[in-house]
């Protein structure tokens, strides 16, 4: 998988913390922020899963020209796609090796994992997929390892 | 503001209700904030009738995201060694979060002073949304 450049800009990152409900000023506040022990605007713990908006090819966001699986005119606007739910979020771990500040830029690197599968009565036969990746500095060390586990269900989750 | 190793001791708590009423238009500007367009998070006629769920849903990542606040509000700024979850559960939309952080250990490491914890965040039918574990470097 190519490697991508990821701007961390500081609107960015207030756009995310407001997402979240997060008031502290240390994401939206310059100069509040050099007075805290981070010195100056520092990324929240989950800012990285946005490194998606720098993907050219990420699967998630509608690109003009091209058939997108939610709805218009009909319910799905993916002919003949099965019922289901396609991939979930199971698990998510940050390893952070130092803060990350507005203004870096990242190289962010996915690694596949491993692959397992697991029989469950609320979604049918789940296939487990983990995926590695590195966010380093332009020196090339890490800032922010991630490691994510997605799901994918036989049909829809069972609420109840 | 940061917390002491000499004032914690295993079983300390801390709790804050990260999100009171959960509203579809909070998981949109999720989905814009961090590029995740999925439609089962915002498009209710996909989801339902398409997808086969019974409304949209939150991000997982928006329910560590909402949990993540819990964890820096009470360790600080820039202190987080590792943080880890586990979606147990779904978020829906009028959904309230309470997030739980539990001292499970305080410990020396390379001269580094840490304490692990442990995770819960509970929806407002005391059903667990997000579990997981965090290691925080705090002050001696």
């Known amino acids: 998988m190519p490697k991508i450049a990821f701007p961390v800009e500081a609107t960015h990152i207030m756009m995310f913390a407001r997402a979240i409900g997060d008031t502290n000023p240390v994401y939206h506040d310059a100069e509040a922020a050099k007075k805290t022990e981070a010195k100056g605007v520092i990324a929240p713990p989950t800012f990285v899963q946005a490194v998606a908006q720098f993907d050219p090819d990420y699967h998630l966001r509608p690109k003009p020209g091209q058939q997108w699986f939610g709805s218009g005119k009909t319910p799905t606007g993916v002919e003949g796609k099965p019922a289901s739910s396609g991939g979930l979020h199971a698990e998510q771990e940050y390893t952070y090796h130092r803060p990350l500040r507005a203004g870096e830029v990242l190289t962010s690197e996915v690694k596949q994992g491993k692959t397992w599968e697991k029989e469950s009565k609320r979604a049918g036969k789940l296939i487990f997929r983990e995926r590695i990746t590195e966010h380093r500095d332009a020196t090339g060390e890490l800032v922010v390892t991630a490691r994510s586990v997605g799901v994918t269900t036989e049909r829809p989750v069972d609420a109840s | ?140």
């Not at chain 2, 295993?10 to 995740?36: C, F, P």
Request: proline share 2%; glycine share 10%.
């Open chain 2, 1 to 140: 503001m940061a917390l002491k190793a000499s004032q914690l001791k295993v079983g300390d708590t801390h709790s804050e209700r990260v999100v009171e009423n959960l509203s579809r238009t909070q998981i949109v500007q999720y989905a814009g904030a961090s590029g995740d367009y999925n439609p089962l998070h915002s498009d209710e006629v996909y989801t339902t009738q398409a997808a086969g769920y019974k409304s949209v849903f939150a991000h997982g990542m928006l329910s560590m995201g909402l949990t993540g606040k819990m964890l820096t509000n009470w360790v600080g700024d820039a202190r987080l060694k590792k943080f880890g979850v586990r979606f147990t559960n779904q978020v829906w939309p009028g959904d309230t979060l309470d997030a739980k952080a539990t001292v499970a250990a305080i410990r020396e490491e390379n001269g580094e002073h840490l304490v692990d914890l442990t995770i819960t965040t509970t929806n407002q039918d005391g059903k667990e949304v997000v579990s997981g574990t965090a290691i925080a470097r705090v002050d001696p």
